[in-house]
């Protein structure tokens, strides 16, 4: 039991470049979500779903694209990086009615720059 | 939407003394998770605690719901508590975690 899994773990782009942050999870999680970190900061929310084809904006979503085909993967793509993109990435998942109800669990992080 | 607000910002003890962090939210939730974020970079959830106690060995947690805030407590703290705690609660009929700032903590030996 892997929990939630992020590749890469780092990566450095040049502005204007287009990636995908990968993002599985094994524990048959409803709900998926997509966060950034950025230096002495909490958290922000970029983009959620909470099923399979299902997927709704946070509070940071513009210039991230998300989509959610099957209940394991959940990839973050960026279109056309941008410097303000430099920051750390997280992945993270729940199960809203098993018996770890309302439990996050987070990936180990992508720490993306932007050059 | 909803401010979660976490205090102290920063916190410096020696390694053996106790400390306890607050976290204070706007509106009524019917979420609060604790995380520590280690000098990796890792989150662990800690806590799952929408209202009541908990302990986990040197750790306990208290959620007053009725009055908005959140209590973690570390006892006989060691070097390896060294990190940055969040508090983080999803708001009435939201699904996703609000986050505070966190609280840095480094523990001396």
């Known amino acids: 039991n892997a929990g939630v899994t992020q590749t890469p773990k780092f990566q450095v782009l040049k502005t204007g470049q287009s990636m995908t942050l990968q993002c599985a999870q094994d524990?048959?999680?409803?709900?998926m979500s997509w966060y950034r970190q950025d230096p002495g900061m909490g958290l922000r929310l970029i983009h959620y779903?909470?099923?399979?084809?299902?997927?709704d904006q946070g509070e940071v979503p513009n210039g991230y694209n998300v989509s959610r085909s099957t209940t394991e993967d959940f990839p973050l793509r960026l279109l056309s990086a941008a410097p303000s993109q430099t920051s750390v990435y997280f992945c993270?998942?729940?199960?809203?009615?098993?018996?770890?109800?309302?439990?996050?669990?987070f990936g180990d992080g992508t720490r993306l720059s932007i050059l | 939407g909803i401010q979660v607000e976490q205090s102290p910002p920063d916190l410096i003890l020696q390694e053996g003394a106790n400390s306890t962090l607050r976290c204070n939210f706007s509106?009524?939730?019917?979420?609060l998770q604790w995380f520590h974020q280690n000098p990796w970079g890792q989150l662990i959830n800690l806590f799952y605690?929408?209202?009541g106690t908990k302990q986990n060995g040197r750790l306990s947690a208290t959620t007053v719901a009725t009055e908005r805030y959140s209590l973690l407590y570390i006892s006989s703290s060691q070097t390896t508590d060294s990190g940055v705690y969040f508090c983080?609660?999803?708001?009435?009929?939201?699904?996703?975690?609000?986050f505070g700032s966190g609280t840095q903590l480094t523990v001396l030996p």
């Open positions: 993270a998942s729940s199960d809203p009615s098993g018996t770890e109800k309302g439990r996050w669990h």
């Open positions: 524990m048959n999680h409803e709900y």
């Open positions: 779903s909470v099923g399979a084809g299902i997927t």
């Open positions: 509106d009524s939730v019917n979420n």
């Open positions: 605690i929408p209202s």
């Open positions: 983080a609660v999803i708001p009435g009929s939201a699904r996703q975690l609000t």
